[in-house]
């Protein structure tokens, strides 16, 4: 007799449902080689660890090495210290593309050392374990290791692998699932996903250990969902709540929310940002709102986000490594979630909260006032920013857009030198027509009066001297405290 959290495993290394990928001998022999680098990569869920570890039993089977993670702080410290002296011992370093550039390289460089020596006795072993394109990224690092390692691509269960352990489970619970082929559309070759999702099954069905008699057991695909996604629930709503909030909660800053919405509808847990944006219009604006910075400062400042999420802001890889996340997302409500986080709906999509305009005369402090804001978490087109977005486009035609359409708010630093300079004030005839709106709010450094925009404009009056460094206490609490109350307000 069998019990079904020893048969249907979601914690730890199945002992009885555990199906080789079809590269596992090659693996095995690559770790069982003294020295030679080894390489894991592939796609959240694709059971990377979980082979690894059972390979690893198998030649080790009295002193399995521990897999190391960045995700655990005890284990950065062993993760750095990995030298030419380590000794004569195996290193599963796992979620290597969480590493900082300097270690990884580092790692690189070891393993190209390890890799050249003819007698590789007394020379530690490196197994390196990541997301795709880790091997690539690691290559590119130091491109002459490429010959001296070994690099294996975990793929997705096939529907005749996750047929084979859905068959082992069922015939050691001598139970029998209606419409198998429902699980293996819904688990998508994810592994820990079929063994969750027969696991619910079993228990929604009361089976809880191997049946006397052949049990047939029927279920409803909806209903299983709701019941997984139920049992996902307090794990991870709070960190996904947290993440769609932002840094800086306000009610019309969901750009966060849209992004991970528009992830949870894709076909694999690792997105290229670049490609999602483009691919998806309606959102786009939403997407290049983060993509370049706020993303990544997001993750750097939430413990409970950077535990789920992975961003690299260079490649623009977005990426959700548990597989049960990206399944609870996947089926969420995620209008419930919308109205959780308190957002405002707004059918508009916008690239930047504000939009500054100045005159070139005052750029330090529109340079400032944009540089404050962004630690707000608040989006900002500061055009020096974005010079190289709009290379060999016509200014008149981008202007027109970011200060129209693309910008939720316009920040309007006012004076003389605006009135009189010929693109401050294309500018200007741009925004105007959203004065009615409230969408526009003046900062006059003078007592200049501007066409269409009115005098008893509830406006922001700051005397600025012309040195920033003197003035910035004034700014923040004068003018960039005040431009974030009139967002958080919105």
Known sequence: MEYLEDVFVTEGVPQFTFVKPPNYTALLVD?????????????????????????????????TPTLLTPREPAHLPIIQSIDESSGDKTFVVDDFHRLDKATKGRLADLAKVIAERDNRDGL?????????????????????????????????????????????????????????????????????????????????????????????????????????????????????????????????????????????????????????????????????????HRLRVLLEQKEACARLFYYDADTKNFAIEDPALFYYIQNLNWEGLRQRCGFRDDPRDFEWDVAISFAGE??????????????????????????????????????????????RMIVAILDNHHKEKVWPTFERDCFTVRVPAKEVIPVFLDKTIFPGIPTDLVSIHFQYDGDVDAQKDAIIDDVVLRIAGKLDGL
């Open 31 to 63: 770790l069982r080689r003294k020295g030679k680098p080894v390489v894991v990569e592939g796609q959240s869920g694709t059971g990377k660890t979980t082979t690894v570890k059972k390979a690893l039993a198998e030649i080790f089977p009295d002193n």
């Open 124 to 292: 530690p072993k490196l197994v390196i374990i990541g997301i795709n394109n880790v091997g690539s990224d690691l290559i590119q690092m130091v491109p002459d290791i490429a010959k001296r390692m070994a690099i294996h691509r975990i793929a997705p269960g096939t529907p005749d692998v996750i047929t084979e352990m859905i068959t082992l489970g069922s015939g050691l619970l001598n139970i029998e699932f209606s419409a198998p082929e429902a699980i293996i559309e819904d688990s998508r070759g994810d592994y820990w996903l079929t063994q969750q999702i027969c696991r619910t099954i079993c228990i929604a069905s009361g089976v809880d250990k191997t049946q006397p008699e052949k049990l047939g057991i029927e279920w409803d695909p909806d209903e299983i969902k709701k019941q997984v996604v139920d049992t996902l629930h307090h794990n991870y709503d709070p960190a996904v709540r947290e993440f769609c909030r932002g840094r800086r909660f306000r009610p019309t800053n969901d750009p966060y929310y849209k992004l991970l919405r528009a992830v949870s509808e894709q076909e694999r847990s690792n997105v290229d940002l670049n490609e999602l944006a483009n691919a998806r219009q309606d959102i786009k604006g939403s997407i290049n709102n983060v993509k370049d």
């Open 362 to 407: 005052n750029r330090p402090l529109a340079d400032f006032i944009g540089q404050q804001l962004r630690e707000l978490d608040i989006s900002v087109f500061y055009d020096r920013n974005y010079e190289d977005n709009y290379l060999g486009g016509v200014w008149s035609q981008q202007f027109n857009e970011i200060f129209v359409e693309k910008s």
